[in-house]
């Protein structure tokens, strides 16, 4: 069974910074892409960031390149995503995902305010 259970989300005023992780078990991570997926409140889910297999190939949605890196360690079959300049528009329930599969897991909340 997939299993993916991500930790990190926290309250944080404008420009902090936070980083996310994604732990994952029941499949062969280093074999998978990955991504981050994000839902605001009221609103869709909006794809963030994914990362090939190996680590080496990355990409961003507009609204947070420069400021988020995604990354990965397949000896801890654990998926990360460091978040700076953090701006209220990021606030949202973050989950990760393997790429091209249905999201299984509970995300974890992202509150940026002041």
Known sequence: EV???ESGGALV???GS????CTASGFIFSSWRMKWVRQAPGKGLEWVSGINSGGSIT???DAVKGRF???RDNAKNTLYL???SLKPEDTAVYYCG???APLVSQGTQVTVSS
Do not use: C, F
């Open 59 to 61: 990409t961003y949605a």
């Open 82 to 84: 460091q978040m700076n």
């Open 18 to 21: 936070l980083r996310l992780s």
């Open 3 to 5: 299993q993916l259970v």
């Open 13 to 15: 005023q404008p420009g």
């Open 98 to 100: 393997q790429d091209g």
């Open 69 to 71: 890196t995604i990354s």
